[in-house]
Nanobody, 127 residues
Framework: QVQLVESGGGLVQAGGSLRLSCAAS????????MGWFRQAPGKERKFVAA????????YYADSVKGRFTISRDNAKNTVYLQMNSLKHEDTAVYYC????????????????????WGQGTQVTVSS
């Protein structure tokens, strides 16, 4: 059974940093494109970042570009999201997701592309 477990969320002041981790129990983890999404209260789940199976290609939402970095360690079946210069508007529940797609195209920004989801981790940025 596939499980994605996020960790690393918490409360941080504006301008601070957090590093989220997502541990995946997927036997063929290195075959999956991995993504991070976030959902603020009362709002839709939105794309944050994605990384190809090899780690060679990444894509970011405009709102986080230059502040967030997605990376992965296929030996540890883990994907990370380093978040710097956090803003109050980054407050949300952050979810990681896995998609078995051969090529990382713009479909990575849509939730329905992904096959598996984690339970989420709360990130709260105080202003």
């Amino acid at each position: 059974q596939v499980q994605l477990v996020e960790s690393g969320g918490g409360l941080v002041q504006a301008g601070g940093s957090l590093r989220l981790s997502c541990a995946a129990s997927i036997r063929t983890f290195s075959s999956y494109t991995m993504g991070w999404f976030r959902q603020a209260p009362g709002k839709e789940r939105k794309f944050v970042a994605a990384i190809s199976w090899s780690g060679g290609t990444t894509y970011y939402a405009d709102s986080v570009k230059g502040r967030f970095t997605i990376s992965r360690d296929n030996a540890k079946n883990t994907v990370y999201l380093q978040m710097n210069s956090l803003k109050h508007e980054d407050t949300a529940v952050y979810y990681c997701a896995a998609a078995l797609i051969h090529e990382m195209t713009m479909v990575v920004v849509t939730t329905r592309t992904y096959d598996y989801w984690g339970q989420g981790t709360q990130v709260t940025v105080s202003s």
